[in-house]
T-cell receptor, first 112, second 112 residues
Framework: SQQGEEDPQALSIQEGENATMNCSYKTSINNLQWYRQNSGRGLVHLILIRSNEREKHSGRLRVTLDTSKKSSSLLITASRAADTASYFCATDAEAAGNKLTFGGGTRVLVKP | SQTIHQWPATLVQPVGSPLSLECTVEGTSNPNLYWYRQAAGRGLQLLFYSVGIGQISSEVPQNLSASRPQDRQFILSSKKLLLSDSGFYLC???????????FGSGTRLTVV
């Protein structure tokens, strides 16, 4: 079964609004990563947060990690139409042999 | 700079035909290499990974095989394609000190 599960599966917002998506996982992790995928393209690495970190920022992206709840959130502030994509969380865990395990993704539509 | 090349971008093959997808990496040495498959609208499933030349680990039993004849070359093959082999195939590489994965642009395989 997948280690990471994103919620919601799909999200539709207006340009300028914030988008928040969540990821839950099952086993202890070394780090958690978020990726973006434009339709029909490869994945692009956005941000990595280590298990001893609680929050990380990169431009308009803010990632939080709560290891006690085994969950993470990705916040995109002031969204733009170009942010329309699928977003995936992936966990790096010893239980998985330190290979990334991906969730099913959140499809985000930002309407202009 | 590090880049990854994956080809072809799209492929339509008849059932029972052979398959060879190639992935090459530039700008890094001794990377970990991965083949993932993505079903439509879903997350990524790890098929194979390699930590060095000739070292291949399979994650799921299937009709596919992988080889790593050179340090920066990773090949996905099949002797006889099945309809169920259709999907979006992604190659990726990583090195431990960087953490994140870098993905190729993917190959959309349709078996007819």
């Amino acid at each position: 079964s997948q280690q990471g599960e994103e919620d919601p599966q799909a999200l539709s917002i207006q340009e300028g609004e914030n988008a928040t998506m969540n990821c839950s996982y099952k086993t202890s992790i070394n780090n958690l990563q978020w990726y973006r995928q434009n339709s029909g393209r490869g994945l692009v690495h956005l941000i990595l947060i280590r298990s001893n970190e609680r929050e990380k920022h990169s431009g308009r992206l803010r990632v939080t990690l709560d290891t006690s709840k085994k969950s993470s959130s990705l916040l995109i502030t002031a969204s733009r139409a170009a942010d329309t994509a699928s977003y995936f969380c992936a966990t790096d865990a010893e239980a998985a042999g330190n290979k990334l395990t991906f969730g099913g993704g959140t499809r985000v539509l930002v309407k202009p | 700079s590090q880049t990854i090349h994956q080809w072809p971008a799209t492929l339509v093959q008849p059932v029972g035909s052979p398959l060879s997808l190639e992935c090459t990496v530039e700008g890094t040495s001794n990377p970990n290499l991965y083949w993932y498959r993505q079903a439509a609208g879903r997350g990524l499933q790890l098929l194979f990974y390699s930590v060095g030349i000739g070292q291949i680990s399979s994650e799921v039993p299937q009709n596919l095989s992988a080889s790593r004849p050179q340090d920066r070359q990773f090949i996905l093959s099949s002797k006889k394609l099945l309809l169920s082999d259709s999907g979006f195939y992604l190659c990726a590489w990583s090195v431990l000190y960087l953490g994140g994965y870098t993905f190729g642009s993917g190959t959309r395989l349709t078996v007819v």
